[in-house]
């Protein structure tokens, strides 16, 4: 899923390892989230958001992804 994790981590100066550190898990599931091979629960998606100032919705584009979504489903039905 697409997100803006990498880029808002990188404008706080932050490396992986202390964003890893700050939501309480492993510098891998840092960078599993930022090259989009991996979707995070809620609650560390919320908790990512709520460290940058952000919304989980603007952190992981969240319209963005559901109308690229509803694209591969629309001539389905």
Do not use: H, W
């Amino acid at each position: 899923m697409k997100n803006r994790v990498k880029e808002l981590r990188m404008a706080a100066g932050m490396t992986q390892q202390q964003l890893a550190d700050l939501v309480r898990v492993s510098s891998r599931t840092i960078i599993s989230l930022e090259r989009e091979q991996y979707n995070p629960s809620l609650l560390l998606a919320y908790r990512i958001a709520e460290i940058f100032g952000t919304s989980v919705e603007e952190l992981y584009c969240l319209k963005e992804n559901k109308e690229k979504e509803d694209e591969k489903y629309e001539g389905l039905c």
